[in-house]
C-alpha cells in the first residue's frame, strides 16, 4: 500500500468513528488499524522520499545538462558571430586596399601617359624642327641650284 492509500483509509476510519457523547470532536476509532496505516505510512515514506530525492536529483542534472547546451550555443553562436565580423572587417580592408591599388594604378597610367605624350611631343618637335631645318637647306640648295 502507498501512502496515499494508507492516509485515505485513515480518512475512512475517522470518518467511521464513534462520537463520544458530550463531545464535538472526540470518537472512538479502530486504534489497531490505524496503527497498521501508520506503519505502513513509516514504511513506504523512506521509498517516496528516496523517489523524491531522486526526482530533484533527476531535475538538477537535467537543468544543469539543459544550462550546459545553452551555454555550448551562446559560445557557437558568439564565435561564429565573431568569425563573421572578422570576416566583414577583411572584406572591408580588401576592398579599400583594392580601391587604393586602382587609385594609384589610374594614377600612374594618367602620370605615364602625360609623361609619354610629353616626350612623344618633345620628339616630334625635334624631328619637325630637323624637316624643317632639312626642309630650308634644300630649299637654299634649289635656290643655289636654280641660280648656276
Same mark, same amino acid.
Given at each position: !500500500?502507498?501512502?496515499?492509500?494508507?492516509?485515505?483509509?485513515?480518512? +475512512?476510519?475517522?470518518?467511521?468513528?464513534?462520537?463520544?457523547?458530550?463531545?464535538?470532536?472526540?470518537?472512538?476509532?479502530?486504534?489497531?488499524?490505524?496503527?497498521?496505516?501508520?506503519?505502513?505510512?513509516?514504511?513506504?515514506?523512506?521509498?517516496?522520499?528516496?523517489?523524491? /530525492?531522486?526526482?530533484?536529483?533527476?531535475?538538477?542534472?537535467?537543468?544543469?545538462?539543459?544550462?550546459?547546451? *545553452?551555454?555550448?550555443?551562446?559560445?557557437? *553562436?558568439?564565435?561564429?558571430?565573431?568569425?563573421?565580423?572578422?570576416?566583414? $572587417?577583411?572584406? /572591408?580592408?580588401?576592398? +579599400?586596399?583594392?580601391?587604393?591599388? !586602382?587609385?594609384?594604378?589610374?594614377?600612374? #597610367?594618367?602620370?605615364?601617359?602625360? =609623361?609619354?605624350? $610629353? #616626350?612623344?611631343?618633345?620628339?616630334? =618637335? /625635334?624631328? +619637325?624642327?630637323?624637316?624643317?631645318?632639312?626642309? *630650308?637647306?634644300?630649299?637654299?640648295?634649289?635656290?643655289?641650284?636654280?641660280?648656276?
Amino acid at each position: !500500500m502507498n501512502i496515499e492509500d494508507a492516509l485515505e483509509s485513515m480518512d +475512512e476510519i475517522l470518518d467511521k468513528a464513534i462520537q463520544v457523547p458530550l463531545s464535538n470532536k472526540k470518537g472512538l476509532v479502530d486504534v489497531e488499524a490505524l496503527r497498521e496505516l501508520i506503519d505502513d505510512i513509516r514504511f513506504n515514506l523512506p521509498n517516496e522520499i528516496t523517489q523524491a /530525492r531522486n526526482l530533484v536529483n533527476d531535475r538538477k542534472v537535467i537543468i544543469s545538462d539543459a544550462k550546459q547546451e *545553452a551555454d555550448r550555443i551562446i559560445r557557437k *553562436a558568439e564565435d561564429r558571430a565573431a568569425k563573421l565580423v572578422s570576416q566583414q $572587417e577583411i572584406t /572591408r580592408q580588401a576592398n +579599400e586596399k583594392a580601391n587604393q591599388i !586602382m587609385t594609384n594604378a589610374q594614377t600612374k #597610367y594618367t602620370e605615364l601617359c602625360n =609623361t609619354t605624350n $610629353e #616626350y612623344v611631343d618633345s620628339m616630334l =618637335t /625635334r624631328v +619637325e624642327e630637323l624637316l624643317t631645318k632639312d626642309a *630650308a637647306d634644300i630649299k637654299k640648295a634649289r635656290i643655289a641650284l636654280k641660280r648656276k
